[in-house]
């Protein structure tokens, strides 16, 4: 048992594991009977992001798992929908500082990609003991996060970490029923050459700010192909959970989303920034780095923000020490040239 937690950490993994079996079931069998444009249509704007039809049916089940969870324990759910700083107690009038722990959760996240039927999404859980509005993502010692898949796939992953006791993972045959465990492994490799890699630009708003950045990086580390052929791949997989997946099984050797420190730079008189990574999208971050990938600030410091879903935050991702190595010291010396606002 985590001393600061009030059960050990086997209870904590059986619930998380029931939630998003039942999320990721519930949206399945949604996304199944509906079509892509009812799954895709605007539901409501809340806390600088947009909800779609299909978030809105995974708040329901979210909510009633917390309310049954609560009758053994009360806790503090960070989710995003919630008013103010993204916090409800459970159960209904129950004090604040009387939550046996913290239970932040995105039902969701990849919500674009799944609702066109383009890209798995992830449902994301980390567990924290409650320190009210202290507690911080450096808190969370569970995370566990579950893969909701396309239409096209029968395979689905779910991967949970204890911290200390490293990464785990199982991949399940939706069709048997079956599952398989795995030890998910970051790539060995001691190069950027010939895999993928990528600086997040989802979304329009400092983009061409990115991409330059992005360019003058992998060439101040790999320099100019002679022949022409390209030596690194972009992957732009909209989901924080996803991201973090891909450097966790070995797919991608270096991810970083740096949204918050690119849109203040182009937009610097800017009154709020457009829809950057929060909390709740980073939850699941301890698996990545109980698999043993580097995951650290954009200055190489360990990430860390309270638990608000009004937080924006950016973070680098390096498959291993030797890539760590080579990508760090320049990007932080590109990004130096951010401060104060776009270079000229």
Not at 183 to 200: C, D, K, N, V, W
Not at 279 to 286: A, I, M, R, V
Not at 291 to 313: F, H, N, Q, Y
Request: charge should be negative; aromatic fraction near 8%.
């Amino acid at each position: 048992m985590h001393s600061d937690l009030p059960a050990p950490a086997g209870y904590f993994l059986e619930r998380l594991r029931a939630l998003q079996l039942a999320l990721r079931d519930h949206v399945c069998a949604c996304r199944d009977a509906a079509s892509p444009e009812a799954m895709a249509a605007v539901g409501e704007a809340r806390d600088g992001d947009t909800l779609y039809a299909i978030d809105l049916h995974s708040e329901e089940i979210l909510l009633e798992h917390c309310a049954r969870w609560a009758e053994e324990m009360p806790l503090a759910l960070i989710a995003e929908g919630i008013p103010g700083n993204g916090w409800r107690i459970f159960p209904e009038g129950c004090a604040p500082e009387a939550a046996r722990f913290c239970l932040i959760v995105d039902p969701i996240d990849g919500t674009r990609g799944l609702m066109y039927d383009k890209r798995s999404a992830w449902v994301l859980c980390g567990v924290a003991p409650n320190r009210g509005e202290a507690t911080t993502l450096s808190d969370i010692v569970i995370a566990m996060q579950t893969e909701i898949p396309t239409t096209r796939q029968y395979l689905a992953d779910r991967l949970w970490a204890v911290r200390g006791e490293g990464a785990r993972a199982e991949r399940s045959n939706l069709l048997t029923g079956e599952s398989r465990a795995y030890t998910p492994q970051p790539s060995r490799a001691e190069s950027l050459a010939h895999g993928f890699a990528g600086i997040t630009k989802f979304f329009p708003g400092a983009r061409d700010l990115v991409a330059s950045l992005e360019e003058t990086l992998f060439e101040r580390i790999l320099g100019t192909p002679a022949d022409g052929n390209p030596l690194v791949f972009d992957d732009q997989y909209i989901s924080t959970g996803g991201q973090l997946y891909e450097l966790i099984v070995g797919h991608d050797r270096f991810n970083a989303d740096l949204r918050p420190l690119a849109l203040a730079a182009k937009y610097p008189a800017a009154s709020r920034h457009r829809l950057c990574c929060h909390p709740y999208d980073f939850c699941t971050e301890l698996i990545a780095r109980e698999a043993g990938v580097i995951v650290t600030d954009p200055w190489g410091a360990e990430v860390t923000c309270p638990l608000d879903i009004r937080v924006d935050l950016a973070w680098v991702g390096y498959a291993n020490r030797k890539i760590q190595a080579q990508v760090g010291p320049v990007l932080q010396e590109l990004l130096r040239k951010w401060e104060g606002g776009v270079p000229g």
